[in-house]
């Protein structure tokens, strides 16, 4: 099953020049927010969450929701283009297993390379992942937030508390304001 | 060959993350990495292949091509 995988790194990249960030804005109310969340239990309700929090408190006007089919493979072009039409940023996540935080920045960084400001939630487990397939993509270095593994076992309350946490960080990475570091 | 062995117990707490097992051997010239599946491993959770081998590339200081990478679904 393996061999026959497909590779979502796309290859080698010929060079690697460290992280190609989309432009930020300043702020993101009146923004549209793309939720893209992959199959993984409790992906979609912290990826909600977080998207409660930021029309609550930073204003944001709507979201668009989209469940990836494959914990694996990145996000179909075809979905990409889409949200990068209809979003203005977007979060990613949850990466709670190996490949799919390794697809999940992936998927952070083509949405970069798209003009899209992107935020990616993985557990802190799986940074070795992570941080391999930005390295892949030629960009070493390339930020995500991480919250503390795992995320699947949480009840609601539970997933709520680490949207919660996350929260921050998150706001930094899609917008000019530094990001503030907080425990989690 | 000259492991990190930093980076190498990172990796086995990755993989121990999703209930895998990491053996590495010595052959000859190459480097042989086997990952084994536990009883609550999900298949689909395990990072292809390229990407495991960018990571032990790093962490066991020899070339890609070096590393033969056995993976659960192999040995069936």
Known sequence: MFEAMLDPTGGPSATATGPRLAARPARLDGLVVGLVANPKKNAEPFLDAVGELLAAEHGTADVVRTRKTSITDPIPPATLDELAQRCDVVLIGVGDCGSCSAAAVADGIAFEAAGVPAAVICTVAFRVSADAMARLQGSPGYTYVTTAHPVAPLDEAGVRERARRALPELVGLLTEAPVPVVAR | ?76
Do not use: F, Q, W
């Open chain 2, 1 to 76: 060959m000259s492991i990190d062995e930093n980076a190498l117990s990172g990796l086995r707490s990755t993989l121990e993350a999703d209930d895998y097992r990491m053996a590495v051997t010595e052959t000859g010239d190459n480097v042989e990495v086997t990952i084994t599946a536990g009883p609550a491993a999900c298949e689909d959770c395990l990072v292809p292949k390229p990407i495991m081998r960018n990571i032990l590339h790093a962490a066991l200081g020899v070339p890609e091509d070096s590393i033969v990478l056995v993976y659960p679904a192999d040995a069936s």
